[in-house]
């Protein structure tokens, strides 16, 4: 089963996505953590990026798509993926429209976790402390800016996916148990 984990960043999609390869060795695919390990490996791409992610833009959708597509042509997702963090644009959505459609496989849900915006501010404020500031983005600025690029580019992929009748949304200011338990709900569906 391929499916998509779609949100504003802090919702909480690296945290169901994980939760969904531990209890059910479902593949996941964040083009986030993609990004940060080429730039940890200091890779051309990763340099470029760096400076993106920093200033809480988003990287250009040919890189993404081209991301993805090579990730998705390895073997081990061939059972079904989690998508956390792609698609983000119009474009990308509509670039894995035509690459799903090329590989003969479908997507099965799109699954919007939705939390207030002051919430986020917490989560992420948390998760800086926590990691001591391992994210260079994870400060209140940046994520002003996140959320601001959010609003404007990724929301508008709600909507494509609501008139595909594939988008499911959940409760994301529950606990992180009972979030997994809605999305459990909606795959055994
Ligand atoms: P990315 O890494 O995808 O970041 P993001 O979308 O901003 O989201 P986060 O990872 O911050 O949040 P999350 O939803 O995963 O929440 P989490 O589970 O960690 O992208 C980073 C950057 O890379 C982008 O800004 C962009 O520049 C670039 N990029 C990536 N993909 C791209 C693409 N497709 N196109 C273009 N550019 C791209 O949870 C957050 C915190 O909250 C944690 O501490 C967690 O423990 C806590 N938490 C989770 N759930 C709950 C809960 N229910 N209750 C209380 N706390 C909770
Ligand atoms: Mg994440």
Do not use: W
């Not at 993609?34 to 040919?62: P, Q």
């Not at 917490?122 to 400060?139: K, L, M, V, Y």
């Amino acid at each position: 089963m391929n499916i998509i984990l779609f949100g504003p960043p802090g919702a909480g999609k690296g945290t169901q996505a994980e939760k969904l390869v531990s209890e059910r060795g479902m593949v996941q695919l964040s083009t986030g953590d993609m990004l940060r390990a080429a730039i940890a490996a200091g890779t051309e791409l990763g340099m470029k990026a760096k400076e993106i992610i920093d200033r809480g833009d988003l990287v250009s959708d040919d890189i993404m798509v081209g991301m993805i597509n090579d990730r998705m042509s390895q073997d081990d997702c061939k059972a079904g993926v989690i998508l956390d963090g792609f698609p983000r644009t119009v474009a990308q959505a509509e670039a894995l429209d035509a690459m799903f459609a090329e590989k003969n496989i479908t997507l099965a849900h799109v699954i919007e976790i939705k939390v207030d915006e002051q919430a986020l501010f917490a989560r992420i404020e948390n998760r800086a402390s926590e990691t001591g500031g391992e994210r260079s983005d994870d400060n209140a600025d940046v994520l002003a800016k996140r959320l601001k690029v959010y609003h404007e580019n990724t929301a508008p992929v709600l909507p494509y996916y609501e008139a595909k009748g594939l988008l499911k949304t959940v409760d994301g200011m529950q606990s992180i148990e009972d979030v997994s338990g809605d999305i459990a709900k909606i795959l055994t569906s």
